[in-house]
């Protein structure tokens, strides 16, 4: 996945807890993790209706037929 | 009111869908306040798995999982003795016990199995009820 490196500020308050909760060279990873969901957090409450919730992220995903076959084939015993 | 069974090949094919073909299929049947959408109780399962192996970034296969929980689609338990007829049906047309189990449904309800499953079309679709997508 390809990445941009960027600079951010937080209250001190803040980047005291978040080194205190998040092990070394995990804040990037969090930072992520938290942006994303509170993206979706306002996608939701911008777009409630959850059918146009989910067709909106139709063609999201990458995989060709064959892959979504084997992926599902997997899973089975 | 109309029975349309889905599988997890047209709820992981849609998210993949440049063309929009799948999803405006799958829109149309969400839509339409004279249509049923079941489904099997695999399903939750089956397009959970999928999605674990085609995208390796958990918190976006959570956001497909949230998104794909919250659609109208009525999950049903299928009881010993119809599992039996799944297992004949699988048997007779070479398929999958998972696959066989949509489309027994369909023909139960007496309705129509969307799938973009090629492969399980090309075996099945002598029964009728069944319908291909993509």
């Known amino acids: 996945m390809n990445t941009q490196r960027i600079t951010i500020s937080m209250p001190d308050y803040l980047y005291t807890q978040l080194l205190a909760a998040v092990p070394t060279g995990q804040i990037s990873k969090f930072v992520s993790a938290a942006t994303e969901d509170k993206i979706v957090s306002r996608r939701l409450a911008q777009n409630p209706n959850p059918i146009e919730h989910f067709l909106s992220l139709g063609g999201t995903l990458k995989a060709t037929p064959r892959q979504i076959r084997n992926a599902i084939s997997r899973g089975r015993l | ?134």
């Open chain 2, 1 to 134: 009111m109309k029975n349309y069974i889905i599988d997890a090949s047209l709820i992981v094919t849609s998210l993949s869908d440049k063309s929009g073909q799948v999803n405006k299929k799958l829109q149309s049947l969400l839509s339409n306040r004279g249509t049923q959408l079941l489904s099997t109780v695999f399903l939750d399962f089956e397009v959970a798995n999928a999605i674990r192996f085609l995208d390796r970034d958990i918190m976006r296969v959570k956001n497909y999982l949230d998104a794909f929980f919250e659609l109208p689609i009525k999950k049903v338990d299928l009881s010993k003795g119809q599992i039996q007829k799944v297992v004949n049906m699988s048997f007779t047309n070479g398929t999958t016990v998972y696959d066989a189990s949509y489309h027994f449904l369909a023909i139960s309800r007496d309705g129509i199995f969307v799938t973009c499953d090629h492969e399980y079309f090309q075996k099945s679709h002598h029964l009728n009820h069944i319908q291909l997508l993509a």
